[in-house]
């Protein structure tokens, strides 16, 4: 199986995604490292670990990392995600520990310590965490197989600021080191999210499936819902983050573009916007595959079958 650690900041469409690569044996999830995001880190560490019981993988090793963005204020979602981050449903409080280890070592260590090329990188919040391994231990950048991570938007525009998607806006100087890193990058902007919705026959199949892991995801997706809905007039939620895992079972289920990315960091307008050059009219040399398109019906196929295993 194909080794991965999933950086997060839980968030109902973050758990969704742990799930599913908890579900699938293509991956060897080696761990997760928490970020402040949706959220602040005492609660993302939290809701990590609630998704592992949920999973039964109380054994899969949890870390907490940054707290706050290389150099900014923590810009929190409380009103997308609820107070706890993962509003929806009532699950037990985790009984298994936090590991004793801050995320960014164990970032650094299992780069160092599995061959290089083998680790995956699946960033699901701000880049807070992954920024900071690869400034303090740029040895381990070219060792990252790849990073395929879910943030910014292309034609979509922004969700937080007109020109900002939620996890570039959080940390721009974060995810402007990894932009720039030279480690293939795969993006799952808003642009592809925004057509992975959870509309009412969806979120029925997760509930048909008659399992606590069915019945938390259909409670998720509708608490996330009342919010989204309302924005955009759709049938349903984007589900974000799920998205990035579905890539690496289905990549064939998903279309895009390997072209030229750029974060803005300096204007206040714009900070935190991806400047994708999609029809390629600068010579800046691409840095990212950029994903535009996803067979939605396929992926929710894909999704539920697998939640359905836990
Ligand atoms: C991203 O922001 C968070 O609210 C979600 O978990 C997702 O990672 C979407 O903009
Ligand atoms: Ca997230």
């Given at each position: 199986p194909r080794k991965i650690i999933i950086d997060t900041d839980p968030g109902q469409d973050d758990a969704v995604a742990i799930l599913l690569a908890l579900a699938s044996?293509?991956?060897?999830?080696l761990g997760l490292t928490c970020v402040a995001g949706n959220v602040a880190l005492p609660l993302t560490a939290r809701n990590a670990r609630v998704v592992c019981e949920l999973a039964g993988r109380p054994d899969l090793p949890v870390f907490a990392g940054c707290a706050a963005p290389l150099r900014r204020d923590l810009v929190t979602a409380e009103y997308v995600h609820g107070n706890s981050g993962l509003d929806g449903i009532v699950l037990p409080e985790p009984a298994m520990a936090l590991q004793p280890v801050h995320a960014v070592e164990f970032l650094i260590e299992s780069l160092r310590g599995q061959p290089a090329g083998t680790v995956t990188l699946c960033p699901l919040g701000p880049l807070t965490n992954i920024a900071t391994a690869m400034t303090r231990a740029p040895d381990i950048v070219p060792r990252i197989a790849e990073i395929v991570l879910m943030g910014g938007g292309c034609f979509?525009?922004?969700?937080?600021?007109?020109?900002?998607?939620f996890n570039i806006y959080v940390d721009p100087e974060a995810a402007d080191i990894v932009f720039k890193s030279g480690v293939p990058l795969v993006m799952m902007p808003l642009d592809v999210t925004h057509k992975a919705l959870t509309t009412r026959a969806r979120v029925e199949a997760f509930r048909a499936l008659g399992t606590q892991a069915g019945h938390a995801v259909a409670s998720w997706t509708d608490f996330f819902e009342r919010f989204d809905m309302a924005k955009y007039g759709s049938d349903g939620a984007p589900l974000h983050d799920p998205c990035v895992i579905a890539y690496l079972l289905r990549p064939d289920l998903f279309s895009g573009r390997h072209v030229n990315v750029e974060i803005e960091t300096l204007s206040a307008l714009t900070r935190?916007?991806?400047?994708?050059?999609w029809w390629r009219v600068t010579d800046r040399p691409a840095n990212a595959m950029v994903i535009g398109d996803v067979d939605a019906d396929a992926f929710f196929a894909l999704l539920t079958q697998r939640i359905g295993r836990l």
């Open positions: 044996p293509e991956l060897e999830v979509e525009g922004g969700n937080v600021t007109p020109a900002a998607e935190g916007m991806t400047v994708i050059d």
